[in-house]
């Protein structure tokens, strides 16, 4: 590492000579003029009242803010202004996209959803659905009008089932157990739910 010139000159002065010898390449003059200037840039960044953590990263992005666009200072004594400027800028952009996001919690953001299921649940019922029928239409034609009868109604009418189907209504009801029990065989060998 090369060490921080041994005279006493000003900040500006050191930052100078330290850019200068960085952007010739020099091994360890970016080291040098970090260890110099961070601690003026912290003062800079918490004068903006940011956390410490968020004070770092500010930090940092000003230091790399330099390494991108260190070729556009021309002058090297202006390096500790432009990272203060900097410095500044960033934390008051932090600071004020801060002050705009507001933690939200999940039931507020539920409220404001429309009730829809989401992308990847509606694939998954639109597979779970084809399955159904598909196990369905394997079924013998009287159960599967049976089922859809049953199924499209809260409360079916068995005697209007009975008629439509030509069965006795106290056959209804042990009819479609044995026909959901086909379905459910037919599921399993699908693959189920």
Same mark, same amino acid.
């Given at each position: 590492m090369s060490e921080l010139p041994t005279e006493t000159p000003s900040v500006w002065e050191a930052s100078a000579r330290l850019f200068e010898r960085w952007r010739a390449g020099e091994q360890g003059a970016l080291d040098d003029l970090v260890r110099l200037l961070s601690p003026m840039l912290w003062q800079v960044v918490r004068a903006s009242r940011l956390d410490p953590s968020t004070a770092e990263d500010v930090v940092q992005t000003t230091w790399l803010t330099l390494v991108r666009s260190g070729d556009s200072i021309t002058e090297p004594r202006a390096v500790a202004g432009w990272l203060t400027t900097t410095a500044r800028r960033? $934390?008051?952009?932090v600071s004020r996209a801060s002050g705009r996001q507001q933690p939200t919690d999940d039931e507020a953001i539920a409220r404001r959803l429309p009730d829809e299921p989401a992308p990847e649940g509606q694939?998954?019922?639109?597979?779970?659905?084809a399955r159904l029928w598909g196990c369905l239409g394997k079924l013998p034609e009287r159960c599967q009008r049976l089922l859809r009868i049953v199924a $499209? !109604?809260?409360?079916p009418d068995y005697s209007a089932i009975a008629t439509e189907l @030509?069965?006795?209504v106290g056959s209804i009801g042990p009819t479609r157990g044995r026909c959901l029990d086909k379905l459910r065989r !037919?599921? $399993?060998? $699908? @693959? @189920?739910?």
């Open positions: 960033e $934390a008051w952009r694939v998954v019922l639109d597979d779970d659905n $499209a !109604e809260a409360r @030509g069965m006795p !037919e599921l $399993a060998q $699908a @693959g @189920g739910f």
